[in-house]
C-alpha cells in the first residue's frame, strides 16, 4: 500500500512540474499572445501550453499514468492544462486528499470543443447534414462554362469552391463564380470560394514541340450511336492544360451566335459540322458529331455569315525527355526550350538532355552534393556541378529506369537553402481580384512568421475585409518546423486555417517522415483551435481514371481527423464527391477529429 502511495506521490510531482512550466512558458509568450485576435486567445494560450507539454518525452509518465488507469493524455492538445489539472485531481482523490477548486486552471474540454467548431463554420462555412468533415473541390476550366457541372457539384455536397489562380484568368475565374452563386440560389445551398494563390512554385520549363492534329471523337455506344458529341471551345488563347480547344480569330469568333452552324474540311479532306451551343466574351463552345482530324491552318466557315477563318493554333504535342538512371541533365537559367540528349549511332550522349527552370534563385542557392527531385519525386537526381547559370544533375532514380520529364513540373531540392518569398508579382496582381470576389485564400509556401506578416500587410493595403479567411499552406520542412510561430503571427486575423499539402510535403520532408508529420500539424492546429484541410491526391485515381484504389479508400478514413478533405478536378469528379460524400458521412459517427467513438457494431 505504501508503495502505491509513493508511486501516486511522485505522479503528482511530476504533473505538477509539467504544469509549472506551462504556467512559465505562458507569461514568458504573453506578448505574443496578447497580440493574436480576440477569437483566437484562448487558442494562442493552449497551443502555447501545448508547445512546452511536447517539448520532453513524457513516454514515462503517460506509462505511469497508464498503470494505474488514468488518462494516457494522448488527446489532450485541445485542452492541455485542464487534461493534467484533472489527472491530478483524480490522483489526489486516490490518496483521499482535497484538490480544491480546479476549474479556473484551463479552458474546458467542452469550451474547447465549441471554439474548434465555430472557428471550422467561420472559415468553410456550414457543414452538410450528417458529416461534420466539409469538402472542398477544386475547380476546372470547364466550370466557367458548364453550368450543370457546378449545379451537380453543389447538390452533391460540395461545402466550398476552389479556385486556382495559377491556371485560368480573372475572367475565366468570374464566370466559374458566376455559375456557382447561380447554383447556390437555385438550390438554396451555402458554398463558399477559396482562391489559391500559385506562390514561388519550382517547375520546368518549356520544351521544344511540334504542332500536332487534334482528334475530336464523339463518344458512342457498342453499336456505333453518338452518346455524347465531341465538345470542341473556339477561343482567342489557347490554355496549354486544354485539350479540346482551338484558337481563332477574335473577330471571327465575336460574329458567332447561338444555334449557327460551322463547317470545314479536315485533315482527311472529310466534310464535317461544328454546331454552337453558347457562345461567350472569348470563347465559343461547340460540339461535333462525327471524327474530326482538325489542324493549324484548318478553314472554318461560319454558315450564318459565310465569312471563312482559319484555325491559328491547335493543341501541341506534350513532348518530354527521357531520362534513364545515371543520365546527366543541364538545369538551364536561361528560358531555352528543353530538348533531349542527342546520342550517335553508338550509343554515345554527344548532348546532354537539358530544360530550363522557372525560378531564377535557385541556381545561388543549390550545392553540389545536394538532392533534387522533379514531378513529384518520379524522378531524383544529386546535382554533380553548379554554377549562376546552370546546374547539372545526375539522375539516381527513375520509374522502371527510365522516365519522361514534361515541361511545367514541380522541382524540389528538399537539402537545399532557397530564400524565395512566399508572394510572387502574380500573387499580388491575383489578390486584387481575390480580395473582391472570394471569402477566403489559400497562400502556397509559407515558410515563416516574416511571409504571414507580408501577406498581412499586402491584404490590408488592398482592403481586404476583415471577414476574408486565410488559408496557410505548409509544403515543406521549413514551414513545418516554424509552424507554430507561424500560426501565432497567423492568428492575428481571424478566421484562419492551415492546408496539409502533403505532396510537396512528403517530397520535402521525405515519404517515411510524412504520417509522422501529417499528424503533428492536425495535432499543433488542434491545440491552437485552427481549421485544418486534408488536401493532395485524395481519391485521385477515381476523380481521375473513375476507379479509386483501396489505399485511398483508407486515406479518406485517416481524413476525418481534419475539418476539411479537398478534392482535385478529374474527369469523374462527380463520382469522387458522391463517394467521399458518403465515406465522410457513413463513418462520421466512428470518429470525432482524433478520437474514436466507439459505436454498436452493426453489419454492413
Not at 32 to 59: M, P, W
Not at 326 to 333: A, E, F, V, W
Not at 467 to 490: H, S
Not at 581 to 595: A, G, P, Q
Request: aromatic share 4%.
Amino acid at each position: 500500500m505504501k508503495i502505491r502511495h509513493k508511486k501516486i506521490s511522485d505522479l503528482i510531482v511530476q504533473i505538477d512540474q509539467v504544469i509549472l512550466n506551462l504556467e512559465k512558458a505562458e507569461k514568458e509568450n504573453r506578448s505574443q499572445i496578447g497580440h493574436v485576435h480576440s477569437l483566437f486567445k484562448e487558442g494562442a494560450r493552449n497551443l502555447i501550453h501545448y508547445r512546452s507539454f511536447r517539448s520532453t518525452d513524457l513516454s514515462r509518465l503517460q506509462k505511469q499514468l497508464q498503470n494505474v488507469g488514468l488518462s494516457l493524455l494522448g488527446n489532450s492538445e485541445s485542452h492541455v492544462l485542464t487534461s493534467l489539472m484533472n489527472c491530478r485531481h483524480i490522483l489526489k482523490s486516490l490518496l483521499l486528499e482535497d484538490d480544491g477548486n480546479i476549474s479556473h486552471k484551463g479552458i474546458s474540454i467542452k469550451k474547447s470543443e465549441k471554439l474548434q467548431k465555430k472557428h471550422a463554420k467561420d472559415l468553410f462555412g456550414y457543414r452538410s447534414k450528417g458529416r461534420r468533415v466539409r469538402i472542398m473541390v477544386t475547380l476546372p476550366t470547364e466550370a466557367a462554362y458548364d453550368y450543370q457541372l457546378v449545379h451537380d457539384l453543389v447538390a452533391l455536397g460540395m461545402n466550398s469552391a476552389r479556385i486556382n489562380c495559377a491556371h485560368d484568368t480573372p475572367e475565366v475565374w468570374s464566370l466559374m463564380i458566376q455559375n456557382l452563386n447561380k447554383a447556390k440560389l437555385t438550390l438554396n445551398k451555402k458554398c463558399k470560394v477559396f482562391m489559391d494563390l500559385a506562390g514561388p512554385k519550382i517547375r520546368t520549363g518549356s520544351i521544344d514541340q511540334e504542332p500536332k492534329v487534334r482528334k475530336f471523337k464523339p463518344y458512342r455506344n457498342k453499336i456505333g450511336e453518338v452518346l455524347k458529341p465531341a465538345d470542341i471551345h473556339l477561343v482567342t488563347k489557347l490554355d496549354q492544360e486544354a485539350n479540346n480547344e482551338l484558337q481563332v480569330d477574335a473577330d471571327w469568333l465575336r460574329s458567332l451566335s447561338d444555334g449557327d452552324t460551322i463547317t470545314f474540311k479536315d485533315a482527311r479532306k472529310k466534310s464535317r459540322s461544328l454546331f454552337v451551343q453558347s457562345v461567350h466574351e472569348d470563347r465559343v463552345i461547340t460540339t461535333c458529331r462525327k471524327t474530326s482530324y482538325i489542324k493549324t491552318g484548318t478553314v472554318l466557315t461560319s454558315l450564318s455569315t459565310l465569312q471563312e477563318c482559319p484555325v491559328l493554333q491547335v493543341p501541341v504535342k506534350n513532348n518530354a525527355i527521357l531520362l534513364r538512371e545515371g543520365d546527366q541533365l543541364r538545369l538551364l537559367k536561361d528560358q531555352i526550350p528543353g530538348r533531349p540528349a542527342v546520342i550517335n549511332k553508338n550509343g554515345d550522349i554527344i548532348t546532354s538532355a537539358y530544360i530550363s527552370s522557372t525560378s531564377s534563385e535557385i541556381f545561388d542557392a543549390v550545392k553540389i552534393g545536394e538532392r533534387i527531385l522533379f514531378d513529384d519525386g518520379k524522378i531524383g537526381g544529386v546535382v554533380t556541378q553548379a554554377c549562376e547559370t546552370e546546374i547539372m544533375v545526375e539522375i539516381i532514380q527513375a520509374n522502371l529506369g527510365e522516365s519522361k520529364l514534361k515541361a511545367d513540373k514541380g522541382i524540389n531540392l528538399p537539402d537545399s537553402e532557397l530564400n524565395m518569398n512566399g508572394l510572387t508579382l502574380k500573387d499580388k496582381l491575383d489578390l486584387n481580384f481575390v480580395v473582391r470576389h472570394a471569402d477566403g485564400v489559400n497562400v502556397s509556401f509559407i515558410n515563416s512568421a516574416k511571409d504571414v506578416s507580408e501577406l498581412y500587410s499586402e491584404l490590408e493595403r488592398l482592403g481586404a475585409k476583415e471577414e476574408l479567411g486565410v488559408v496557410l499552406k505548409i509544403e515543406n520542412r521549413t514551414a513545418y518546423d516554424n509552424l507554430i510561430e507561424i500560426l501565432l503571427t497567423g492568428m492575428q486575423r481571424y478566421p484562419i486555417g492551415v492546408m496539409i499539402a502533403r505532396g510537396d510535403l512528403a517530397i520535402e520532408a521525405g515519404w517515411g517522415n510524412l504520417p509522422r508529420i501529417q499528424n503533428e500539424i492536425l495535432r499543433i492546429c488542434d491545440s491552437a483551435y485552427v481549421s485544418t484541410i486534408w488536401a493532395t491526391q485524395v481519391l485521385e485515381s477515381l476523380a481521375k481514371k473513375g476507379i479509386p484504389s483501396r489505399s485511398e479508400l483508407t486515406d479518406v478514413a485517416s481524413s476525418l481527423k481534419a475539418d476539411c478533405v479537398m478534392l482535385n478536378k478529374g474527369t469523374y469528379i462527380l463520382n469522387a464527391l458522391t463517394l467521399l460524400h458518403n465515406i465522410l458521412s457513413n463513418m462520421n459517427t466512428y470518429r470525432d477529429k482524433d478520437v474514436r467513438m466507439f459505436e454498436a457494431i452493426e453489419p454492413v
